[in-house]
């Protein structure tokens, strides 16, 4: 079973060299391999986490090379749930992508290089679910960022070239503080195994810990876009197609969140800067939604939503006991499932009404009833309301600030409570201006134009078919007829509204539904794994023998 570890990894990394090798030659050859990839890892998944449930950690060391000087890779509770739930959203989302008929169309371009980022992307989450040491999940952090890059710039159309050179900067700043922190993590105690760390780090001056738990914490509370170190998320991620968007918010921000749940409990137990946590915590919250409050455009509103229920995670991490780390586990998958399911509905709204600009939304429950359904269960499992996911993960954080019963945990409380009345205060917003109420005289009709290859920003020469607040505003070309759209593209070029929206974009969208209500059905079930998954992680010793291989 150990045998099965590393191949998360090595499986998309495999297809991305098929991938490139044929190129658009063979596109749906291309598109088998993508889908058949992450078909298998989801499956891998499952079974690692069915493993290590039953059998405790499960490695592999890689080259055979006693720790700490080869590769480590360990999947456990965490990591396998972490897994699961991950593969399970990006296979979604590239079926989503293939209906939207995005990855392919760039004639320009000798390459179809949708794919092979996309495979390289879910190489690099994997590797850092899995890394026993510092320096392979700052590999894994690397390999996932380069591929978030290419995906985030496609097209190279202004708006997005913008958004991505924010990314970039903001990126290069978190990589080179997390080689810092290693830096001196090594200097101090000659390894960066965990195994080793979770030892070596005890003896070391309290400053000394201190600095490098704080320079650790800082690193994933950027990638985690933790307030204040989220500044740059809202104007990043809107601007990209509605796929990228999803799989970056419900993805890339709880792989930042997973490497604060490791470090804290393994290498920091104690919980020295609890109160700190749970200061972070209730500012990510509450800043973040009253963000959210403020926002007329849907993908906005979303990141800021995004920005407050991170807020949720770090709360868990703060108070550091099982319940706690139980209840924040259970609303990491929650999250990642429910946070892709809205950018994917985002995508739908622009692609049918024109724009996700709430001001000049209107009357889509009454033109797409199926729509309005895809919105409206996720929205009501964000907004947490019982007995769906989000009820359940919010219950046991609350549940277990009232256990600690300190004066911080009874304020984040409060303000969960508060943050969760906001929240859905958020959705009824979207709600009634999106679909409840009439629809605006300037919405625009099916087989209208959004986006063309023009990325000028000069609204001064409009056309008819000019929708200004959409993003990559363009001048109009010729539209198909209507219910025929054109297809949507990574790469900046035409967007046209339909009435008909592409039943493999519905059916990935339902599909993400349909996880985040398994978490619901099955509730049982999954808070006891998450339950005996906190107490693994309080224990330590299974995952720190299983990394020196004892």
């Not at 690193?219 to 998320?233: N, Q, S, T, Y």
Request: charged share 10%; with cysteine.
């Amino acid at each position: 079973m150990n045998a099965l570890v590393p191949l998360p990894v090595l499986l998309p990394l495999c297809a991305t060299g098929l991938s490139l090798a044929f190129g658009t030659r063979l596109k749906r050859f291309q598109r088998f391999i993508s889908v058949a990839v992450l078909t298998a890892v989801t499956a891998l998944s499952v079974i690692l986490m069915v493993a290590a449930d039953r059998q405790g950690p499960l490695s592999v060391h890689l080259g055979d090379f006693a720790p700490p000087l080869g590769i480590t890779l360990v999947a456990d509770r965490l990591s396998g749930l972490m897994l699961t739930v991950s593969s399970a959203v990006t296979l979604c989302v590239l079926v989503y992508s293939l209906g939207q008929g995005m990855t392919d169309r760039d004639k320009e371009t000798p390459l179809a290089v949708f794919h092979p980022a996309y495979l390289i992307l879910v190489a690099g989450v994997s590797c850092t679910f899995l890394a026993g040491d510092l320096v392979n999940l700052y590999v894994g952090f690397e390999i996932m960022l380069v591929a978030s890059f290419v995906l985030l710039t496609l097209g190279g159309t202004g708006p997005r070239m913008r958004a991505g050179s924010t990314y970039v900067i903001i990126s290069l700043f978190s990589s080179m503080l997390f080689l810092t922190a290693i830096a001196m993590t090594y200097a101090a105690t000659g390894t960066a195994n965990f195994g080793q760390l979770a030892v070596r780090l005890a003896e070391l001056p309290i400053g000394v810990q201190t600095l490098i738990q704080a320079l650790l914490l800082t690193v994933f509370a950027i990638k985690a876009a933790v307030f204040p170190l989220a500044a740059w998320l809202p104007d990043s991620y809107p601007t990209a197609p509605a796929p990228v968007t999803a799989v970056f918010a419900g993805l890339l921000t709880k792989v930042g969140v997973y490497c604060m749940l490791r470090t804290e409990t393994l290498l920091f137990p104690g919980n020295r800067i609890g109160d700190l946590l749970m200061a972070i915590a209730l500012a990510s919250m509450v800043i973040g939604i009253l963000g959210a409050v403020a926002q007329t455009d849907l993908k906005r509103l979303l990141s800021f939503t995004l920005i407050s229920h991170i807020g949720y995670m770090v709360f868990g991490i703060g108070l550091a006991t099982r319940e706690a780390y139980g209840g924040a586990i259970v609303y990491v998958a929650h999250h990642i499932t429910v946070q892709t399911t809205l950018f994917l509905v985002a995508g739908l709204i622009e692609r049918r009404g024109g724009t996700t600009e709430l001001t000049r939304l209107g009357g889509l429950a009454r033109a797409a009833p199926m729509l309005a359904l895809l919105f409206f269960v996720p929205a009501m499992n964000l907004a947490g309301i019982p007995p769906l996911s989000g009820f359940i993960g919010k219950l046991g954080l609350m549940r277990a600030g009232v256990a600690d019963g300190g004066g911080w945990a009874w304020v984040l409380v409060a303000g969960s409570a508060a943050t969760s009345l906001l929240t859905l205060y958020v959705v009824a917003k979207v709600w009634n201006l999106a679909f409840w109420r009439a629809a605006p005289p300037g919405q625009a009709a099916a087989g209208t134009v959004l986006e063309s290859g023009d990325d000028s920003d000069d609204d001064t020469d409009a056309g008819p078919d000019r929708i200004p607040g959409t993003g990559d505003e363009g001048v109009g070309t010729a539209p198909p007829p209507a219910g025929q759209a054109s297809a949507a593209t990574l790469h900046g070029r035409a967007v046209t509204t339909t009435s008909r929206l592409p039943h493999p974009m519905v059916a990935a969208t339902a599909a993400t539904i349909a996880i985040g209500l398994a978490f619901t059905v099955f509730a049982d079930p999954l808070t006891s794994y998450t339950d005996r998954t906190a107490a693994e992680l309080l224990q330590r010793a299974p995952y720190i023998q299983e990394v020196l291989g004892r």
